[in-house]
């Protein structure tokens, strides 16, 4: 999991896999990254996600709301799109193509 | 060799003799006053006057009139000590000391620590080694200064050490393996418990077909399923799947189960039942990162309307004709949102379509050649066309289990098959 920060957003590089084994990494990353009112997760590599990595972004956005913010998901696989889709949580997140448009994303939704 | 070394070496060899003949005994000594606190097996040391005993007999082997237990903090309990005599010994002056032991993990000898008396003291102070780390420091003082520790009180206070760390490892495992016993009992009760909540009988109703397999992936499951017999000749089923394992999921698994099962006694209608229900978890589950996906279905037996309200639950499957109809979700899980409007699916069934309801623990059975799915279970179903729901059921369920990869993980896994046998 790969970690970086540009002005008020925390970009997360999700793993291959989000569900238990990872969840509690990326739950600690934002929780202790309390200045960071926009979550940024870049689902580019990640082929699977069950609901435990689906309550864990669940998880990540209402705590960024709780922030004034808002969580951004980037580019997710074909694999975690259909989960998106069967489980209507594509009308929950906003998704972005690129890391560039999510930023935008966040600037737009901080103006 | 000359007279003179050959007196030597026989001094030196009487000497050896004396010093074994004292070490045998003191060993002896000790040996004796620890074999009653042996036969009691101590527990894990909750505080230093736990080992005090032990000290106590280490100081008599030696015949030493100070003694210093010193434990680190273990956790929950902060760092603790207990020095003999208590009004002898200054802790204050022998910390350093103490913590050098630690550092060091071996035996040190310290000298001129300064006792309350104000007369300096010669120390041999010991780390109780458990598991490779020092988790406290058993002492032995002398009021002498000068004096000399030998080569065998070192030998008897190491392995008087060791003695008591060995009790503490088979008094930590004894411990371990009784929580250990403690918590499996519990689940099993939990297991019980939620088992109870799951029907047991189905409903005996004219003009429907039901079986239901309900399967846990260890003593406990987040999955569960249900059915209440509303006013009007109305069949509602539902089944629900919490996010992750154990018990969390399964408590959540039996909550929804009651929420859901008593907002249908009450008649309310599918999207009427999950638009209550997740304002009324919404809070907990934000609380507890929880979600749950949901569904829920209601069958009038006079007209055959099928009615459907999904949040995140995969998507219910109607057999019509030869095509298979899928009824996706059309609000996301439970506890997601502080509020959801789920729409409403309906359609009439003629007599003989199969109604399909699952948990994702089935679709996302690992295969050689990836996660079984929608498809396999489809295909499966296809076997088993025209028999009963039951027959069907045994055909999806026996593919899954021949499909499955051995040794993959498993998830909960839930399955209803309802058919409508007609007005």
């Known amino acids: 999991m790969k970690i970086v920060s540009y002005g008020d957003a925390l970009i997360i590089q999700a793993d291959e896999r989000l569900d238990a084994s990872t969840n509690q990494q990326m739950k600690e990353h934002w929780q202790r990254a309390a200045s960071f009112p926009f979550l940024i997760v870049d689902l580019e590599n990640t082929t699977f996600i069950d609901s435990v990595g689906l309550a864990t972004l669940v998880s990540g956005l209402k705590l960024a709301r709780q922030r004034g913010g808002e969580l951004i998901l980037v580019n997710p696989s074909e694999n975690v799109r259909i989960i998106f889709d069967l489980t209507h949580m594509d009308r929950v997140f906003q998704i972005a193509p690129t890391i560039q448009a999510a930023l935008a994303l966040a600037a737009n939704r901080k103006n | ?423």
């Open chain 2, 1 to 423: 060799m000359t007279l003179d070394s050959l007196a030597t070496e026989r001094a030196r060899v009487q000497q050896l003799e004396a010093e074994l003949e004292e070490m045998t005994v003191m060993l002896a000594q000790s040996w004796d006053q620890l074999v009653s606190l042996m036969q009691d097996a101590p527990g894990p040391p909750n505080s230093t006057t736990d080992i005090v005993p032990f000290l106590e007999s280490i100081m008599a082997a030696l015949d030493a009139p100070m003694g210093a237990v010193y434990l680190l903090d273990r956790g929950d309990q902060p760092a603790d000590w207990f020095v003999i005599p208590s009004e002898g010994v200054s802790f204050t002056a022998l910390r350093a000391s103490l913590n050098a032991a630690l550092e060091r993990c071996e035996a040190i000898t310290v000298v001129a620590i300064d006792t309350l008396s104000g007369y300096p003291s010669a120390w041999l102070l010991t780390p109780l080694v458990v598991s490779g780390r020092a988790i406290g420091v058993v002492g032995v003082g002398f009021a002498n200064a000068d004096h000399e520790f030998k080569v065998g009180d070192k030998a008897l206070v190491r392995r008087m050490t060791e003695r008591v760390a060995s009790q503490i490892i088979a008094a930590s495992l004894r411990e371990s393996e009784a929580r250990e016993a403690k918590i499996a009992h519990e689940l099993q009760i939990a297991g019980l418990i939620q088992r109870s909540t799951q029907p047991i009988h189905y409903p005996q109703i004219n003009g429907i077909d039901l079986a239901v397999d309900w399967r846990p992936a260890s003593i406990v499951g987040g999955d569960a399923w249900g059915w209440v017999q509303q006013p009007n000749n109305v069949l509602a089923v539902f089944m629900v799947d919490v996010a992750g394992k154990g018990l969390p999921a399964a408590l959540g698994a039996v909550s929804l189960h009651t929420l859901i099962k008593m907002a249908l006694r009450l008649g309310l209608t599918p999207v009427e039942v999950l638009r209550h229900v997740n304002s009324e978890v919404y809070e907990t589950y934000t609380a507890a990162d929880l979600l749950a996906t949901a569904v829920i279905l209601s069958l009038d037996l006079s007209s055959g309307l099928l009615m459907q309200a999904n949040a995140g639950h995969p998507p219910t499957l109607i057999r019509r004709g030869d095509e298979w109809l899928r009824w996706r979700s059309t609000a996301p899980p439970l506890g997601v949102l502080a509020s959801i409007e789920p729409e409403l699916h309906a359609l009439a069934l003629d007599a003989d379509e199969l109604v399909i309801v699952y948990s994702d623990g089935l679709t996302e059975l690992k295969t050689d050649s990836g996660f079984w799915g929608e498809a396999g279970l489809k295909r499966a179903a296809e076997l088993a066309f025209g028999q009963s729901a039951k027959q069907v059921l045994r055909a999806i369920l026996e593919s899954a289990q021949t499909a499955m990869l051995r040794g993959a993980d498993e998830d909960d896994q839930t399955i209803l098959c309802l058919q409508y046998l007609g007005r």
